[in-house]
């Protein structure tokens, strides 16, 4: 869905480096998620933030940090990669409507870590 | 959220109508069903969702049975591009879509 757009789209990089994947979105929603997924596990969720100012633990959250920057964007950052961080990420948005909440991923990044 | 039951694959014959069933014996009276499906290493799509009526919009229809414990997503003229992991996901109105589990799903395969 070209509405949410993910950045880089791949990346390979080293033990013990930062690193940071940036989301964005032009859907207007407030609702923006990060998931990781490996084969066999399903999606996994990372962090949430149901708006700029709201951000929150999900079920895997150790090693990894994010940033509201604003409504349109939202960044996970691994402070210290790791090799099984080597995952396919997504970034999510959600048109949220009360009893109803229906979600919008992007391409995902597949990340690598050596 | 119920826990929802797919089967692990289906086939399907190009041009043929796919039907995708999902067991949900234990859905509470407002909990909405909801499918996505994912095309391989792609984030997953939202489908269609519904609580008590049949819906249906230009990717599928959603079949809920009366009594709401099990639906079928049908996809009326499934093509090659149609071969991906479906998901049938059940939630509570109210509560975070974050939290809602992926679960297996059922990978369809659409042959020519």
């Known amino acids: 869905d070209a509405d949410v757009t993910q950045t880089p789209r791949n990346r390979i990089t080293k033990t013990g480096k930062r690193i940071m994947l940036e989301c964005s979105q032009t859907k207007g929603h407030d609702r923006m998620y990060w998931y990781r997924q490996d084969p066999g596990l399903g999606l996994r969720l990372i962090y949430y933030?149901?708006?700029?100012?709201?951000?929150n633990k999900g079920e895997i959250s150790d090693g990894y940090s994010v940033s509201r920057q604003a409504q349109a964007k939202f960044s996970l950052s691994l402070e210290s990669a790791i090799p099984n961080q080597t995952a396919l990420y997504f970034c999510a948005t959600s048109d949220f409507q009360g009893a109803k909440e229906t979600q919008y991923f992007g391409p995902g990044t597949r990340l690598l870590v050596l | 959220d119920a826990k929802t039951t797919q089967p692990p694959s289906m086939d399907c014959a190009e041009g043929r109508a796919a039907n995708l069933p999902c067991n949900h014996s234990?859905?509470?009276?407002?909990?909405?069903v909801y499918w996505y499906r994912q095309i391989h290493s792609q984030g997953p799509q939202y489908i269609i969702h519904?609580?008590?009526n049949n819906e249906t919009n230009e990717m599928a229809s959603l079949i809920i049975t009366e009594d709401r414990k099990s639906s079928t997503l049908i996809l009326p003229h499934a093509t090659l591009r149609d071969t991906a992991v479906y998901y049938c996901?059940?939630?509570?109105?109210?509560?975070?879509?974050?939290?809602?589990?992926f679960g297996d799903g059922t990978t369809l395969t659409v042959k020519p």
């Open positions: 234990t859905i509470s009276g407002n909990e909405y």
């Open positions: 933030s149901f708006d700029v100012k709201d951000i």
């Open positions: 519904g609580l008590k």
């Open positions: 996901i059940v939630r509570a109105p109210y509560t975070n879509a974050g939290k809602s589990t």
